[in-house]
Structures are given as C-alpha cells and as structure tokens.
C-alpha cells in the first residue's frame, strides 16, 4: 500500500510504466464497502456510547482487517502484479509446508510439547494470544483428535489456507510445483480436520469448470439433461443431501452445536437491540457457547451483530458483485477463473470464519482478485467506448 501511495502520489513525475494503472470498477465497489464498515463502526460507538478511546481502538482493528479487504486487491489491480509471480511463490510455499510435515507429524505421535513458541510481537498487541502462538500441533478437547494448525491461529483456518494453495495450484504451469501444490493442500485439509476445506477440494473443480463453461451449449445441454434425472429421483438426492447434511454436522457435533448457538444468539440480539448500526463491538458470549465471542465463526452473524444491517450490506454488495464480474470473465479469461475461485473461497468460508480477521493469511488471493479486476476492466473497456459511441 506505501508503494502504491508513492506512485500514486508521483505519478505526474515517473514515465508511463512507473505510474500505477486506473482504478478498476470492482475495486472501487470493495473500497466503498469497507468504508461503509467504518461508518457503520463510528455511528455504532457513538450510539452505544462506548466512548473515544474505544473508538481509535476499533479503527485500529478496521485497518488490520476489514480495510484489508480492499487495500489487497487494489494493490494486486493497480501496481502491474503477475499472478504467475504470486502462484510461483505458493508453489514455494506449499514445497516447503510439504517438507515440514513428516515432523509435525512425528512431534505428535512421539508428544513433544504442542507450542513451540509465542512470537515477540505480541507485545504489540493484537485480537488474541493465538494470533501469536506457534504451535507443532493441537489436539481438539471434543475428542482427543490430534489436528495441525500451521501458520494459522487455529485448524480451520489453515483449511481456508489449504483451499487457497489447492486453487493457485490448480492453475500452475509447472508439472512439479502444480502436483506438490495440490498435495500439500490435500494434506492441510486432511490435517486440519476442517470440514468446509474438504468439502470445499471436494466440489471446487466440477463447480469451477461448470461455471467458467455456462456460455457453451454442451454445458446448457447437460444442464437440461440433469434438471430432467432430478425430477425423476427427487426424492432419492433430497434423502441422499439430507444424509449428507447430517453426517457434515454429525462429523464435530460439539463444534456445531457452538456454532449454532452463537448465530442465534448473535441475529437476536442483533434483531431486537441494534438492527441498522449493530453493537460497535464484540462481546463475550455465555457459557453455553465456552465464552466463545458473539458473532465468531460467521462473518454474516458477527456483522449483523457488531456493525448490523449496514455492515452486511457492505459485504454482501461487494461480494456479489465479484461473483457476478468473475463470472463473466471467467468465460475467456484463465485470470477470471482464478478470480472466480477466490470469489468461492470467500464465499463459502463467510458461513465459517470471520474473513476480515484472517485477511493477512489469505492476501495472496486479495491480490489475485484485483489482477482479475483489472483484466475485466481492460477486456470490458472497448465495448462501453462503442456503446458510448453509439
């Protein structure tokens, strides 16, 4: 972001090549909408009277997450990223994680001490002790199941990781980095015990090339072909999805169980005490839920309940449109179909984990998504000059 701010800001002295590229439109939707984040945060502290220093708090907290949302994928739109650079250095990445694992494993099963060590930089503060704390490997206290978190504060999110690592590699060039990414990511989905990461390594590819393929006759046709077999065998796929529901949720009963307590209890309170602006912050949930916060494990519950009905809007609004302009590009564009994974990446894990506070993991695919941005914009440019002309 500093390097962009310069050459923004000296753009009227550097040759053409040196000078960042235009602003995209999709970009510009997310800067928007994570400002809406930050009014929604000041009026709420101001309604809720939670008082100055509060205030600078929280904003301090916008800029480490929500603002993020924004700031990555402008960066990757407008300071000339190559995605391949970005894949490259996953594949790095993913070679490296995949060598370490045999002794993460072997900590475990010999039970050398789980944390390894606290970063110094806690001192500095930050949302928690776990955002600092490296750890060889955990066990879940439900069940006694060993689980690895890498590099992430926790399981599940180095499952989001491992969707990501799949994904980029699905579209490295080279044999070697593209097999050693996708097995590694297989293996951070397995290790974690993260079900939406193997849920999602599981449905991506069909969804992907499904999506990217909907301008093609075949796939209009197959479509036609399976609307026609699911009528016939309604109820069996409904029995079979209700099975399969039930066995996700089954899988980590407690887990669940937490999980729905919190978004009920989040969208209550969000209904009946602060439905526009929301509560400004979170707060400590009750011992049903283990002290979990009010609105963790789902981006929708916690924004309904810290920034209310303004700050699910400045998601949704942007998130829809990414999906809508991904989609479009992903029709001839391979950078499109990048920019679509990430969109489902996004997607899916929002019903899962608070996007906003793991944006520093993920930022790889931030900064791919505003490539994709600006090759939309590129690609889009000629036929709104003709219509204008018109």
Partial sequence: MILYAWRAFSAPWQPEERRPAPVPPGVWVWVMGMFGMLLALWVAHAVEQLGTGQTIKSTIGWVKGWALLAAFPLVGACLAIRPELLIRAMG????QTLILIPIL????????????????????????????????????????????????????????????????????????????????AILI????????????VIMFPPALWIASRLTRSSVLLGFSV?????????????????????????????????REALGRIATGR???????????IVERGPHYVEF???????????????????????????????????????????????????????????????LEILAYLFWPGLVLL????????????????AMAAE
């Avoid at 399976?226 to 066995?247: H, Y």
């Avoid at 969000?270 to 400004?280: F, K, S, V």
């Avoid at 505003?370 to 000059?385: D, K, M, Q, S």
Wanted: charged share 10%; aromatic share 14%; net charge positive.
């Fill in 92 to 95: 790095w990445f993913a070679l």
């Fill in 105 to 184: 494993v072997a900590a475990a099963l010999v039970r050398l001490p789980s944390k390894l060590f606290v970063s110094p930089l806690q001192a500095v503060g930050g949302p928690g002790p776990e955002f600092f704390s490296v750890y060889l490997y955990t066990i879940d206290p439900s069940n006694g199941a060993l689980r690895w978190q890498f590099i992430a504060p926790w399981a599940p999110a180095a499952g989001m990781i491992g969707c990501l690592m799949f994904v980029m590699a699905v579209f490295e060039r080279d044999r070697f980095f593209r097999w050693v990414g996708i097995a590694t």
């Fill in 189 to 200: 989905c397995l290790m974690t015990k993260s079900r939406m990461a193997l849920l999602f």
């Fill in 226 to 258: 399976l609307s026609a077999l699911f009528g016939v065998a309604a109820n069996a796929v409904i029995v079979a999805v209700q099975d399969a529901i039930a066995a996700f949720r089954g899988a980590r009963a407690d887990s669940t169980r937490v």
């Fill in 270 to 280: 969000w209904r009946d005490e602060a439905p526009l602006w929301g509560h400004g």
């Fill in 292 to 354: 979990m916060p009010i609105g963790s494990h789902h981006t929708w519950f916690g924004l309904l309940f810290v920034k209310g009905l303004v700050g699910f809007i400045s998601l949704a609004v942007p998130l829809l449109w990414t999906f809508v302009e991904m989609l479009l590009l992903a029709q001839i564009s391979a950078l499109g179909r990048m920019g679509l994974a990430v969109a489902f990446i996004l997607f899916f894990f929002s019903f899962g984990e608070n």
């Fill in 370 to 385: 505003g490539a994709a941005f600006t090759e939309a914009h590129r690609l889009a440019a000629p036929a709104v000059e």
